[in-house]
């Protein structure tokens, strides 16, 4: 598939910006600035950049408790975002959510997840009601490899087979469920081949390669689109930090880390492009600088905002 070149630069900075935010995010947290937990996607930009590029503001997204990068590639303003990482009250969700929780229904995000696999199910239901309102809007609903064991995946994935659901799973295989191995939790070889107990596409795909994870997608999406249901892609990927900030990750093999390291999906197409003659260095510096300023702006923002009022505690929530 040729992708303009155009697209290819909007790809980029995407993966760019979402870096740039992933990495301020990791220094904040040290300084003790962000309360709770950070899962960062630092690794991974590829397959969100790729995936959601397809899709409209009215199409939907779920995502996960690494879930900061959907949300960056779906329109989501890092200023709001890092509000909410620091519990102010300008933040997505009022400062209450949190890393793991934030959603913004104008720009289709559903969701983030800090229960694993959770978000499968809602991303069926999005398809539902996309489909009995007669929409064509698509929903991508991301999820790890840990979420593939678990029950909710099963569920989900077959209900939208049965009612031919405009929804794209993306399982993002990043080898490892915290500290468990995909070869210790995996009854097959590919995620992606359980596909074929739902009777739905199943593609295998290199979550390093942004453009071989736009075309997988931009099939999978038109599939939705058209009506004719879901397909499962499982993008192979890999976490560049440990499962969550603090994590030292010493149960990944270092010879594992560093081969994966050498496969950097934001550097790599750097070069590509470059090589590619569809970026110069000065532009990818510019692009580069852009990314930096946008993520001190969003830091100035969260640390010059207030946290909310006491007596706001119970408003907005609901259990
Ligand atoms: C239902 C449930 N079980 C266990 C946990 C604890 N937990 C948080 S993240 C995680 C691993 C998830 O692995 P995966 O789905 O592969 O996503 P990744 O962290 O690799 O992106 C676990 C077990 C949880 N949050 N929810």
Known sequence: ??????????????????????????????????????????????????????????DYIMSTHRGHGHLIAKGGDPRLMMAELFAKKTG??????????????DIGM???????????????GAGLSAKLRGTDQVTICFFGDGAANIGRFHEGIN?????????????????????????CSLSVPNVADRAAGYG????????????????????????????????????KTYRFRGHFEGDAGTYRPKEEVEEWLKRDPVNNFKEKLIKMKVLTEKEAEEIDQAAREEMDEAVKFAL????????????????
């Open 159 to 183: 209900l939208a087979s049965v009612w031919c659901l405009p929804v794209v799973f993306v399982c993002e295989n990043n080898l490892w469920a915290v500290s468990v191995p995909t070869s």
């Open 1 to 58: 598939m040729a992708i303009e070149k155009e697209k290819l630069k909007e790809l980029y900075r995407t993966m760019v910006r979402i870096r740039r935010f992933e990495e301020r995010v990791a220094r904040e947290f040290a300084e003790g600035n962000i309360p709770g937990s950070v899962h960062l996607y630092i690794g991974e930009e590829a397959v969100a950049t790729g995936a959601i590029a397809h899709l409209r503001k009215d």
């Open 110 to 124: 559903l969701g983030a997840a800090g229960i694993v696999g959770s978000g499968i199910p809602i991303a069926t």
């Open 200 to 235: 739905i596409p199943g593609v295998v795909v290199d979550g390093m390669d942004v453009m071989a994870v736009y075309e997988a997608a931009g099939e999978a999406v038109a599939r939705a689109r058209r009506g004719e249901g879901p397909t499962l892609i499982e993008a």
């Open 92 to 105: 997505y969700c009022l400062g209450k959510g949190g890393s793991m929780h934030i959603a913004s229904l």
């Open 304 to 319: 010059e905002s207030p946290f909310p009022e006491p007596e706001e505690a119970l408003k907005n929530v609901y259990s």
